[in-house]
């Protein structure tokens, strides 16, 4: 069952209906959304009666949940938008996230953060702890590069999304990153997305390369089980028969998602293509199917950039994506 509490009350009020269902001997899960707070209630909700907690001071109503994805479902409310330093994602406005694959250093960084910035992206991406297919490959800057994106935040004002990929280092990601990326390849390190949602910032979910629509939910949900609502789900290709492109673009997924979950979905157009010949064509795709936003991988001589060079784009390029997007964004009804 989910409990929505009514919009604007006190916490107060939430801990009562927290202790109500404590008392039944189920567990509740207290989510503070951008509005409003909602509790989910896991157990035998039989043990609940549904009429008691309806006739709490605070509370607008109650609802049963059929998907096991309980505070992921749309069946819980319409859409959901996440907040970061005045960003909101999931709204009418069209979020772009822009930046290296892997951080480098401290100059090229400003480089790429002021030229996304002119082109209307609002938020830098960059890894500093890297998933590398090979053991050899570089491996990412780690805290350095973390500290780069602290430096570049300050001085170009964009909110930073960094990855992290081991439980251990959550608690320092979530230091320095304003959204804490969860990579596809651990969209199933259950540890660690319950250590995210230990956290309670906000966190890119990023689809595994095999994994369905559900199970990608499920991540989430287990993300949202610890009490944290602030889910954004990512589509960035699932892995096919066909080796024309790095990854298949999933576009069907976004209208899916749309219809299963209430939490905003981007896109990633960079790993999906793997070659940036495509990557304005599945941008605009994207765009034009319902996403609330991009992830694109900036660098201004991607033949240089340590990791992903193929699949990302110059300043010329990115300047192009921008201008397409304008275009398909105006005519879904959305804003840049
Ligand atoms: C990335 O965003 O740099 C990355 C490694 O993406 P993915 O996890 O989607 O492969
Ligand atoms: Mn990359």
């Given at each position: 069952m989910i409990i929505v509490m009514e919009p604007g009350i006190k916490k107060e009020l939430a801990l009562k209906v927290e202790g109500e269902i404590k008392k039944a001997g189920l567990k509740p899960v207290l989510l503070a959304g951008t509005e409003r707070f909602v509790i989910a209630v896991i157990g035998d909700e039989r043990k609940l009666d549904e009429k008691v907690i309806r006739a709490m001071e605070g509370v607008e109503t109650t609802m049963m949940v059929l998907a096991p994805y309980k505070l992921a479902s749309k069946e819980n409310r319409s859409s959901s938008i996440v907040s970061v330093n005045g960003c909101r994602i999931g709204g009418k406005k069209l979020i772009i996230m822009a930046g290296p694959c892997s951080l480098?250093?401290?100059?090229n960084t400003l480089q790429i953060a002021r030229a996304v910035k002119k082109a209307g992206a609002v938020m830098l991406r960059g890894g500093a702890f890297k998933?590398?297919?090979s053991p050899y490959a570089f491996q990412g800057l780690g805290e350095e590069g973390l500290k780069i994106l602290k430096n570049?935040?300050?001085k170009t004002g964009l909110p930073v999304v960094t990855e992290v990929l081991d439980t251990r280092r959550v608690e320092m990601v979530a230091k320095y990153a304003d959204i804490i990326q969860i990579g596809a390849r651990n969209m199933q390190n259950f540890e660690l997305l319950k250590e995210v949602g230990k956290?309670?910032?906000?966190?890119?979910l990023k689809r595994g390369i095999s994994a369905t629509i559900d199970e990608f939910l499920m991540s989430a949900e287990y993300i949202m089980s610890e009490g944290n609502p602030?889910?954004?789900l990512c589509e960035r290709g699932v892995r096919s028969f066909d080796k024309s492109t790095r990854f298949m673009l999933d576009i069907s997924a976004i209208p899916v998602l749309k219809q299963k979950t209430h939490l905003p979905v981007i896109v990633d157009p960079s790993h999906a293509a793997g070659d940036r010949?495509?990557?304005?064509?599945?941008?605009r795709a994207a765009i034009a199917a319902g996403a609330d936003g991009l992830i694109v991988e900036v660098h201004p001589e991607p033949k240089k950039a340590l990791s992903d060079g193929d699949q990302t784009l110059n300043f010329p390029l990115f300047n192009k994506l921008m201008r397409e997007i304008k275009q398909i964004a105006k005519a879904v009804g959305r804003e840049i």
């Open positions: 480098e250093n401290e100059q998933p590398r297919t570049i935040k300050a956290t309670h910032k906000p966190v890119l602030h889910v954004i010949r495509y990557v304005c064509a599945l941008a």
